[in-house]
Every structure is written in C-alpha cells, then in structure tokens.
C-alpha cells in the first residue's frame, strides 16, 4: 500500500480489499469481504447438445453449398440473359433504322407522286421540251467540237515548241562541246605561253649574260687596241665587216689564226704566250 498509493481495490485467493479515504481526513480505510463463489463458467460441457449443433453446422454447410451452385448457375442465366437482350437490343435497332428508312422512302415516293400528279396537271408541252433539250444537246456538241479544235491547235503549237526545244537543246548540247574544246584549247594555249614565257624569262637572262659579255669584252678589246669607239675608227671597222657573222665560222677562224700564230717560228715567247692567252680568255 505504500509503493502504491492510487490503488483502490487488491484481491487474494479468496478475499478482496477497497480502500477508501475520509472525507473528513487523510486517514485510509480499508474493507474487505468474501469473494463470491464463480456462477457461469463452471458448467460441464453437453456432448450430444455439440454433437447436434456439429451435424446443423455441417448441414447448413451442403444448404450454403448448394446455394453457391444455384448462385452461380443464377449468375450465368443472368449473362445469358443479358446477352440475349443486348442482341434484341441491337436487332431493335437495326429494324428502328430500317423503319425509319421505310417512312422516309415512304414519304419520297409519296412526294414524288405528288410532284408526278402536279406535272401531269400543268401544261407540259414534251415535244418543246424534247426540242428545247436537242438544242441544248446541239450548243453542248458545238461547244464540244470548239474545245477539241482548240486542242489540236494546242497540241500542234506544243508539237512546235516541243521540235524548237529539241534544235535548242541540240545547240546547246553543240555549244557545250564547243565551250570544252575551246576551254581545252586556251589551256593547252596557256600552257604554251607559259612555257614561252618561262623561255623567254631564259632567254632574257641569257642576253642579259650575254650582254654583260659584250660589255666586258668591248672594254677589253677598247683597252688592248687603244680605240675608244671602234666605229670612229673606219679602218677598223672596215676590218671588222670582214669577218664573218656565224659562231661556227668565226671559231674556224679563230683556230687558223692560232694556226698561224704556231706557225712563227721566229716570234717572241712571250707574244706567243699573250696571244694564246688572248685568244682563250676574251674570244
């Protein structure tokens, strides 16, 4: 009672015990009292009264049995059913369409007739109308025969354009043959200059050297003969006139001039030596 201060009621084997506090003071009193022997769970278990019970339960069990198979036997009338009214359904449609056909075919016919009895009344006169249809026939023919003349004039304008396109073709094929050759020929032109003008840079570069040539051996033929313009000089250039213009034929005379030169015997060493000299060096 002291580790626990709330509890209000405690029991044993065969007593109970309630606390309870004065409402005057804080003094507990305690009451305590037989417990009652127990009255519903002693009674002895009734073995035919089960053994009934079982058999009702297991005969509700084959009832309930046999009433899942009538449920499900139910259930599959049920969509046979269903399936049976959704076919009148649709056949009940097909033949509401088909009714509704009937009226308004009903009602064309009738309408028809109406017009029909109202032609039939009125003045119809059918020869004006079957010649007012043969003129119509007729403007349709000559509309028809104005078209295909205007065809043929087309197709020959066409057949016109169509040769003139194919000259024009041919010229062009011809023109672009022509522009090839030409293209290869100002190629095959070109490369020509190129290599005239490359000859021509040589051949510039080779006067150039000649020149330079000239220029030294004029220089050296000035100093040696002591003449400063040979064209003042008329004996010295009639000389000149007298040899000829050929390399070919002024190396010949070369070589007989040195001829001559070996020749003298009675020359100076020296002149012999200057002369060859001469002749190896600026000739």
């Not at 019970?53 to 009338?77: F, P, V």
């Not at 190629?187 to 290599?195: M, Q």
């Not at 051949?203 to 050297?209: A, I, P, T, W, Y």
Request: glycine share 4%; net charge neutral.
């Amino acid at each position: 009672m002291k580790d626990l201060p709330n509890l209000r009621r405690f029991f044993t084997y065969d007593t109970q015990y309630s606390l309870t506090r004065s409402r005057y003071s804080d003094k507990v009193i305690m009451k305590s009292g037989s417990i009652m022997p127990s009255r519903y769970l002693t009674a002895s278990v009734d073995v035919q009264r089960k053994t009934e019970l079982e058999e009702e339960i297991k005969e509700a069990q084959r009832a309930l049995g046999e009433l899942d198979g009538k449920y499900s036997g139910c259930e599959k009338t049920q969509d046979e059913l269903q399936k049976e009214d959704s076919r009148v359904r649709h056949e009940k449609n097909q033949l509401k369409v088909k009714i509704d056909s009937y009226k308004q075919a009903q009602s064309n016919i009738s309408s028809r007739q109406t017009r029909l009895q109202g032609i039939k009344d009125s003045s119809f006169d059918l020869a004006a109308e079957e010649e007012k249809m043969r003129q119509e026939v007729g403007k349709i023919h000559k509309k028809r025969i104005e078209a295909l003349t205007k065809l043929r004039v087309h197709l020959e304008e066409s057949k016109k354009s169509l040769v003139d396109c194919c000259k024009a073709w041919a010229l062009v094929t011809q023109a672009k043959m022509k522009v090839k050759q030409l293209i290869h020929q100002f190629r095959v032109a070109k490369a020509k200059l190129d290599s005239a003008e490359q000859a021509k840079a040589n051949l510039e570069g080779e006067v150039g050297g000649i020149k330079a040539r000239v220029l030294q051996l004029l220089e050296t033929a000035r100093r040696v003969s002591g003449v400063q313009d040979p064209q003042e000089d008329q004996e010295l250039m009639s000389r000149f006139n007298t040899f000829p213009d050929e390399l070919d034929e002024v190396e010949e005379r070369i070589h007989e001039c040195q001829a001559q030169a070996d020749l003298c015997m009675g020359i100076d060493e020296e002149v012999h030596t200057y002369i060859h000299t001469y002749i190896h060096t600026y000739i």
